[in-house]
């Protein structure tokens, strides 16, 4: 296994988690809770950028495999080691060691066909691991959360330490080699398909492989994970050597897009020397500049960051990602007021997108006034209504509506926070006691009866509504 990352958190932010079973492509942050903080070594990321050009770039081979684009969720692992899984619930999981080690687009999207191949397969012998793992929530963000500031928080890592008993899990779990064949065979024909090339997948596999032979070592978790053989690969270099797209390669919009991607997981997962060294400032490519900007701000010097970040919003002023980097340096240097602006435009160009609310929602929570909490509330409702699984949205929205007191709707906020963060008896209680400050005629009060009744049950407990609980007090 590579060194384990380490990541660090301004002490201003506060965190909570999402389900892994119901991520959605977007970004912003969210993160670690108290039990999941064993393990430094493998953390759940999101990144609207990221999530983006995978959904855009892959729809052709997930439905070519038989599978809806748009139920299908991709789950970032900030990893050095290089490995992939999917799960029966339609999540594909990807380490940024793989995505960085990957050469081509074609590459990538070879690994994600033979992971298609699971899926359409039905090769989901793990299913029980995989949802226990999931019920422990722990999802950290790119953007606004992976930044090296241990000058000004050192103990803010800790929050968020990924879950040693979750991904030691998602470790061990493995595919029989018949499998691992017959998801080959279905990732080249969804290739095939989709009119792409199934070279990519041959060319990871002995690309990877020969490291691994050459120094006697299992150093890719994937490897573990789905075992190799020779005869395997050669089966397989046969098989795409005889499709007709066998000569296809990536788009040069594909490569472009995949470029800046992989500077941006450089510029966040490495170390800002690591990252100057391989974008030098000899290279005044986009994708290098991006690099630097970000390695730039995790060295502290963030004025430098802002101005270099400026000149690359003159080239590209509707990019919505530029506008969040832009804002989230301002609010993790306790700006927020000059944060607002630049999460205000990354709203209008991507109003869909439910983490970019949420960074313009807390932006808003953060300048304290009546104006901002109102609008806060409404970008955060926004938020929830794309991704109503997010309980870090839903704990600011709490927050949001308390510092408005309005009780009732902040207790409704964090039983949904709490919901979604599988802690059923803080939701339940939370939820009872919002019936107290709610109107009983209102869709609030029904939700929070709803939520009362989905704990209990899961609880294995008879239901207390807030009628009961009122008279009782």
Request: charged share 20%; with cysteine.
């Amino acid at each position: 296994m590579g060194r384990p990352l380490s990541v660090n958190l301004p002490s201003t932010l506060r965190h909570a988690a999402v389900s892994l079973l119901c991520l959605a492509a977007s970004a912003a942050f969210v993160a670690v809770p108290a039990q999941a903080q064993d393990d430094p070594s493998q953390n759940v990321i999101r990144d609207t950028e990221v999530e983006q050009y995978l959904k855009d770039q892959t729809r052709p081979v997930l439905s070519a495999a038989g599978l809806d684009p748009d139920k299908v969720h991709y789950l970032l692992i900030a990893s050095e080691d290089l490995n992939a899984f999917s799960t029966f619930h339609l999540i594909i999981g990807l380490n940024t060691g793989l995505i960085m080690e990957a050469n081509t687009p074609n590459q990538l999207f070879g690994v994600i066909a033979h992971e298609t191949g699971h899926l359409s397969g039905g090769h989901m012998m793990r299913t029980d691991e995989v949802e226990r793992a999931a019920r422990v929530p722990m999802v950290i963000a790119l953007g606004l959360g992976i930044v090296a500031m241990a000058a000004r928080a050192p103990d803010a890592g800790a929050v968020l330490m990924g879950s040693s008993t979750t991904f030691g899990t998602l470790n061990a779990l493995h595919y029989m080699q018949t499998e691992e064949s017959a998801a080959d065979v279905a990732g080249v024909k969804a290739m095939e398909k989709a009119g792409m090339s199934g070279k990519g997948l041959v060319e990871f596999f002995y690309k990877f492989r020969n490291v691994e032979t050459f120094s006697h070592a299992e150093r890719y978790e994937f490897f573990r994970t789905h075992p190799l053989s020779r005869d395997r690969i050669s089966a397989l270099n046969d098989f795409v050597r005889k499709q007709p797209h066998f000569a296809t390669t990536d788009s040069p919009e594909s490569i472009a897009k995949f470029a800046v991607i992989k500077a941006k997981l450089a510029g966040f997962m490495n170390d800002p020397i690591k990252t100057f060294n391989l974008y030098p400032a000899s290279d005044t490519s986009y994708p290098a500049r991006y690099a630097r900007v970000i390695a730039t701000y995790k060295q502290g010097n963030w004025e430098k960051a802002l101005s270099q970040l400026d000149d690359l919003l003159k080239e590209q002023p509707d990019n919505p990602y530029l506008w969040e980097l832009k804002g989230q340096i301002y609010f993790e240097t306790a700006r927020p007021a000059l944060a607002l602006p630049a999460h205000e435009k990354s709203v209008a160009l991507m109003p869909t997108a439910a983490l970019l609310q949420l960074n313009l929602g807390q932006t808003l929570i953060a300048l304290g006034d009546k104006q901002s909490l109102d609008e806060a509330v409404q970008h955060l409702q926004e938020s929830v209504k794309y991704e109503e699984d997010d309980s870090f949205a839903w704990s600011q929205l709490a927050q949001a509506y308390d510092a408005l007191k309005q009780p009732g709707l902040a207790r409704l906020a964090t039983a949904e926070a709490q919901f979604y963060n599988g802690d059923y008896m803080s939701a339940r209680s939370s939820a009872v006691w919002s019936q107290k400050y709610l109107d009983a005629t209102s869709p609030e009060y029904r939700r929070a009866r709803d939520i009362v009744m989905a704990t209990s049950s899961e609880l294995g407990i008879a239901p207390v509504d807030g009628e009961t609980r009122r008279r009782r007090n």
